[in-house]
């Protein structure tokens, strides 16, 4: 809600932060952007048992946040293409050549984070909820 108050490039907790000439709010966004996918992809392939293999299931996962990660990169694109001069304001890339990539790169982090620290909790409350019905 701090990021809708504010431009991501004018958050005020992150101006500075670690001695960065840029501010990097937006990377907490895209670093939820693979966060919060993932759980929900996790549970979406294992209810409807699309895969069985937890290697080849968890690559599926990191796929789907990283297509969700690029697609939100492509509709950052189309807005700026759109806006014309007041692109640089939209995307918040703030002389950031890598910007995007580095947004893809956060994506990435947060899904993988989300896997290695909410299977085997998740993987209890599906056992949970399997063994009630």
């Not at 990539?101 to 299977?119: K, V």
Request: glycine fraction near 8%; aromatic fraction near 16%.
């Amino acid at each position: 809600m701090v990021g809708g108050h504010y431009t991501y490039a004018e958050v005020p907790l992150f101006d500075g932060l670690f001695g960065a000439e840029r501010n990097n709010y937006d990377k907490v966004g895209h670093f939820f952007q693979g966060f919060v996918p993932a759980l929900l992809a996790r549970e979406i392939l294992i209810r409807k048992n699309v895969i069985n293999s937890n290697i080849w299931r968890s690559f599926i996962i990191i796929s789907i946040c990283l297509a969700f990660s690029a697609f939100y990169e492509l509709i950052e694109w189309w807005v700026a293409l759109a806006s014309g001069e007041n692109s640089e304001a939209f995307l918040g890339t703030q002389g950031y050549v890598w910007d995007t990539q580095s947004d893809m790169a956060w994506a990435l982090f947060g899904a993988i984070c989300s896997l290695l620290m909410l299977s085997a909790p998740h993987n209890k409350q599906l056992r949970h909820i399997t063994s009630r019905t």
